[in-house]
Structures are given as C-alpha cells and as structure tokens.
C-alpha cells in the first residue's frame, strides 16, 4: 500500500511539497522509490527517483524539484518549487519490488507498488 499526500492548487511561481508513505512494505534504502506525473489528456512522466541516497530529476524538473527519503519513516519527499501551469498533474508515487540498478529508472514497470495519486494544479 502506498499513500500519498500534499498535492494542492497554488499559482504560478509557488512551492509545494508531497509525501509519498508505503505501509505494510518494508522501506529498505535499497529499493527505488520514484515519482510520477500524469498531466491531464497526457501519458504517464517520470520526474524524479531515488534510491541509496542517490536521486534523479527528469529535464523537465531539474534545478526546480528535489526528492529525498527520511530512512527513519520510510517517507518519500517530493519538494517543488517555482512551479508552472506545466506542471499540472496528477502525481504518483511508486514503489519497486525489489533492489535494481542504480540509478533508480523512470520506467512505470520497474515499479510494483503505487499510490492512488495526488492532483497538483499550478494557476498563470
């Protein structure tokens, strides 16, 4: 089971910041956690992944995202910044099965476990 949390509307140039919680999964470092983005009437993007301290930012996010995990609780952080009405979307965390190659991939069928998504809507 994943959850996540944190989406929101904000305006253009905003921040917010998503957590991402497997439960009942056990949240080794090993294992690459990633983040997704479906955009309305779009396909599937992956925007930022991470796994054994090292992270990974699509083009499209790089210098504006920053992901991180507190090892602790298992909690994956997505946190935004400068955000466009690009970047609209319905965000998903997902969770792999098992430890893979470094870094972690952007591809949606390294991932087993998913969360149920939350929407972001940036305004102009």
């Known amino acids: 089971h994943v959850q996540e949390s944190g989406g929101g509307s904000v305006q253009d140039g905003g921040s917010l910041r998503l957590s991402c919680k497997p439960s009942?999964?056990?949240?080794?470092?090993?294992?690459?956690m990633a983040w997704f983005r479906q955009p309305p009437g779009k396909g599937l993007e992956g925007v930022a992944s991470?796994?054994?301290?090292?992270?990974t930012y699509s083009d499209s996010v790089k210098d504006r995202f920053t992901t991180s995990k507190d090892e602790d609780i298992g909690t994956l952080y997505l946190y935004m910044n400068n955000l466009r009405p690009e970047d609209t979307a319905m965000y998903y965390c997902?969770?792999?099965?098992?430890?893979?190659?470094?870094?972690?991939?952007?591809?949606?069928?390294?991932?087993?476990?998913w969360g149920p998504g939350t929407q972001v809507t940036v305004s102009s």
């Open positions: 997902a969770v792999a099965a098992n430890a893979g190659h470094l870094p972690c991939s952007f591809g949606p069928s390294d991932y087993l476990y």
């Open positions: 009942g999964i056990a949240a080794r470092p090993d294992l690459c």
């Open positions: 991470f796994g054994r301290d090292i992270a």
